[in-house]
């Protein structure tokens, strides 16, 4: 089984899937995760190009076939909060146009490999311009994480929270804070994992 990560940070999305044995490739540009282990570092701001010539390997060629697809673009031109791009620009009178080339070069790529499943994560404050991009609603909601995709519904309640005790690592000055904060939770990479992994069992032993 192969997982393609997009804009994977500190790796959150897929490390069920690594704990499980799956092929897992990791793609981000930050040099701060360079060391995560299955990342490589990728600008995926081109949106026009053949998957092949984005990340460089042979894992999306029809021989390789990826079962899933995950992509957390950026969030920080769609949340809310009080220092975020757009609150700044409203209080200051001034437009604002989020940067919707990462969105768009996720579904590109989904679309180039037709993948089994997909799934595209964001924050609620993506939710109404992620919607009119994709031509979906989200799939599913777990607490702050808005997902949209093919994939089956993953077993966690829309009123998930993050247990207590996971931030106290979120320092003002640590320069993976906000990379920290995006992580995606460990239960639902699991969730998904087991979600999938019953779906594809189900397909096999009808």
């Known amino acids: 089984m192969r997982m393609l990560d997009l804009f994977s940070g500190l790796g959150g999305a897929s490390e069920a899937f690594v704990q499980a044995g799956w092929d897992v490739l990791r793609l981000d540009n930050d040099p701060l995760v360079a060391d995560i282990p299955y990342t490589e570092m990728q600008n995926l701001s081109r949106v026009n190009d053949e998957p092949s010539s984005i990340i460089g390997i042979q894992m999306c060629q029809k021989e390789y076939p990826l079962d899933l697809v995950w992509a957390s673009p950026p969030c920080k031109d769609f949340t809310r909060g009080f220092a975020a791009p757009a609150p700044t620009a409203q209080r200051e009178g001034r437009d604002f146009e989020p940067d919707m080339n990462p969105l768009r ?15 595209i994560e964001n924050v ?34 829309y009123t998930w929270k993050r247990p207590k005790g996971k931030c106290q690592d979120w320092n003002m000055n640590d320069p993976l804070r906000s990379t920290k904060r995006a992580k995606i939770p460990l239960e639902i990479s699991q969730k998904l994992l087991e979600a999938i992994t019953q779906q594809r069992t189900l397909k096999d032993f009808p």
């Open 105 to 119: 070069t996720a579904k590109h790529l989904i679309d180039a490999i037709n993948p089994d499943w997909w799934v």
């Open 124 to 157: 609620s404050g993506a939710s109404k311009i992620f919607s009119h991009e994709l031509g979906m609603p989200p799939r599913q909601i777990i607490g702050s994480h808005f997902l949209w995709g093919v994939f089956p519904r993953i077993a966690m309640d």
